[in-house]
Every structure is written in C-alpha cells, then in structure tokens.
C-alpha cells in the first residue's frame, strides 16, 4: 500500500489549484483524475479562451442555499491573487466586458501554468486512474485505484459535477459525499440554453445565428445581455444567466428594447414618420429579417398612422415585455455548470472540511456553490481549492 498526505480526486480548475498550493505548502500531494488528460472543462472554456476570471468577482455574484458560504474562500483568495499568477507567467490576457477575464491565446495557456506549478511543487499527478472504492481508517482513508491501494489521512473531492458529460462529468463526488454521511441537494443544469418547442420554434429556427441585446427576467431577477436564437430555441448570455433561475413552467420575460420605452418610442415614430411601414422602422433596430418577421407575425405590419393608441400599446408591451415559456433546457449536455450538490451546511467555510468525516474536503462545483456567468464559476475553483489547501 502507498502513503501520502493528500489524495485529491480530480485534476479540473478546483483540484489542480488545490493540489499546487498544498504541495507548495509541503504536502505530499497524489492527483488522481479517472480522463486522460487533466483539466478538459478549462480547455473548452469560454470558446477555447477560458474566461478565468471576473474582476467584480463579490458574494453576490454566487447562488447557494447557504449563501454565505463562498464569502470566507472568496476573501482569502482574490480574483486578484488569480490575476498575478496568470501575470507571473506571462500568460497574455484581455477584459472583454463586464469585467471578464479571457487569454489572448488558448485555454491552454492557463492549463499549462497550472501544471507547471503543479509540476514545481513536486505533486504526483496520476491520469487514467480511477478509485473503485474509499473506506474510512482510523488514520484516514483508504482507496483502492488503478494504481492500487492508497492510504491518506486527508481526501479531497474536487470531482466536479453532472455538467458535460462527454468531458466525463460524473456523479461521482456526490456518492462520495452520501457514503460518508453528507445530504446532495437536488441537482440540476445551469448556465444553459433554452428548448423552444411550440409555436415560437419556427421563429427561432428561422433567425438562428441571430444575437440581439435584451434583458431578460424571471423570478426577480434580470440580466441584461444578448440573447441569441437557435434552431432548438433560444441561448446566448441572458438566457444562460436566467436559466439558472428558471424552473419548468416559469415564463421568461424579454425585453427586446431595453435602451428606450418602447411606447414613447412607437408615439414618437408615428408622429415624425406616420407613413413608414413599423417593419421598416423596427429594422433599424434588428436585423432586417428579425425585424420582418416580428412585425408580420407579431403585429401586421403597415404604415405607422394606421395604428391606434390601443394598437400602439399592444406592440410596445410585446417588444418590452415578451414572454416566453421554455419547453425545457438542453440539460447537462451543454451545460456550463451544476446547480445544487453537496450541502455546504455540512461543510467548514473555512477549510472546506466536512463536518461529518473529518479529514474528508470538498472543493470545487460539487459543493452547492454556482456562480453567474463570466468567469464566476472558476474564480470559485481557485478560491476554494485554495481554501483546503491551507489545511489538508
């Protein structure tokens, strides 16, 4: 049997960052994960550029059903403290907006640094490995891999959760956190597209490719980003932002005309140009082929003077308010994140250390930890990873 002072299960963003600053610290560090290669979900990342960050990373960018659990990680390390590692290693980087962080070049770049400081801190990092079975000793725990039997008196779970399977997302850490006594809250996907199945399909299949600016709502909350159609239904960064709010059934409400009110707009067109068509009009606002088929199917295009103050209501309350009621999503497929996992009520938010196994942690988006789109999600990777990093 090998010994060693930490097994992480896991080599994504959360258990890399765990195993280099452990091993930094000293630790001897073995970093099983079962794919064959480390760090696949940082490669596809933000369309092959991996948006490792958000400078206006803040608790309130994160949901949880203990919300104040992510603060204490959060605080200790910093989207900054991420930033000057990608700076110390020269790794080229831009904001494209609203604070995201991408590289220049690939995704590679930030698992490249990663490995190599993994490498420096001397962790052994094991791929193609997986664990058949974990059993708790008084000295720690004990796990039967692919390499053999493996002694450690603390196990980290970085396995991720559900979300891309063909990534080889698995359940994994949550059997894990049942076995050793811990609640799973209910899983679902996040950050992810909309499936359009009624009448609304034929619009987006017709305008798929089609990106405009929005702000979209449902259940108090609103984002305003664009939103892009699709021949499934409807995607883009306001969708994927709502859609963790969304339940089956909730309509989503869009407003396709989030700079102006659309009804001074409409009155304001129809006394300065009554005798324009409102697709014309529209289509200085949209593509011109969106904007013909909102106006033909939405509101019976013709000349602006032809409408009447109730008509011109009607049309302003669509643009401003449409609403829409999602047949469902794409589900982990393509989602970008698991919503809900391990209950963080049983979890240290100090160390991430579970409160019902000692010597057992948990890091990473297995926790019942989600953050917004934009770079939230990895911020908290690296925060907690380094979180159970001080203390395994």
Known sequence: MRSTDVVIIGAGAAGLMCALTAAARGRQVLLIEHANKAGKKILMSGGGRCNFTNVHTDPDNFFSQNPHFCKSALARYTQWDFIAMVSEHGVPYHEKKLGQLFCD????????????????????????????????????????TGMGLVAAPSLVVATGGLSIPTLGATGFGYEIARQFGHDVLATRAGLVPFIITDQLKEMCTELSGTSVACQVSCNGQSFREN?????????????????????????????????????????????????????????????????ALLADRWFASKPMKQYTPAGLRDIAEKLGGWQVVPAGTEGYR???????????????????????????????????VSGHLGGFNFQWAWASGYAAAQFV
């Open 105 to 144: 070049n690939k995704s590679k770049d930030i698992l490249e640094m990663l490995l190599e400081e993994c490498r420096q801190a001397g962790v052994d990092l094991r791929l193609d490995t997986s664990v058949q079975q974990i059993d708790r000793t008084e000295a720690g725990y004990v796990l039967s």
């Open 227 to 291: 939103i892009l159609f699709t021949h499934r239904g409807l995607s883009g960064p306001a969708i994927l932002q709502i859609s963790s709010f969304w339940h089956l059934g909730d309509a989503v409400e869009i407003n396709l005309l989030p700079d102006r009110d659309a009804l001074e707009w409409l009155q304001g067109q129809q006394a300065a140009r009554p005798n324009s068509e409102l697709k014309t009009l529209l289509g200085e606002l949209f593509t011109k082929k969106m904007a």
């Open 334 to 368: 393509t989602a970008e994140v698991t919503l809900g996992g391990v209950d963080t009520r049983e979890v240290s938010s100090k160390t991430m250390e579970s409160l019902r196994s000692p010597g057992l942690y948990f890091v990473g988006e297995v926790l019942d």
